[in-house]
């Protein structure tokens, strides 16, 4: 069955980097886009970027453009989030999403704080 497993989260210092992973597995990975959406605390879930079967296109919510980078590996069947100059509002629970099998990952938590 599709499976979809982030690692990466945890706490950082504002201005801090952090690189999410997602493994996947049940699905053949490099025919689908992929995604990551983040829940900040109290707030609805929200779309992060997107990234082509290929990694060819990416897309970004505006917060996060210049600082975020989308990427993956089809050989590993893993997509990353690099996330560079982390602030606050960039703390939440972080999720990887498979449009075409409306298929999340358990999420994984980002909290960035002093």
């Known amino acids: 069955q599709v499976q979809l497993v982030e690692s990466g989260g945890g706490l950082v210092q504002p201005g801090g980097s952090l690189r999410l992973s997602c493994a996947a597995s049940?699905?053949?990975?490099?025919?689908?886009?992929m995604s990551w959406y983040r829940q900040p605390p109290r707030k609805e879930r929200e779309f992060v970027a997107s990234?082509?079967?290929?990694?060819?296109?990416?897309h970004y919510r505006d917060s996060v453009k210049g600082r975020f980078t989308i990427s993956r590996d089809n050989a590993k069947n893993t997509v990353f989030l690099q996330m560079n100059s982390l602030n606050a509002e960039d703390t939440a629970v972080y999720y990887c999403?498979?449009?075409?099998?409306?298929?999340w990952g358990q999420g994984t938590q980002v909290t960035v704080s002093s």
């Open positions: 049940g699905f053949t990975f490099n025919n689908d886009i």
């Open positions: 990234i082509t079967s290929t990694g060819g296109s990416t």
């Open positions: 999403y498979n449009l075409l099998r409306n298929h």
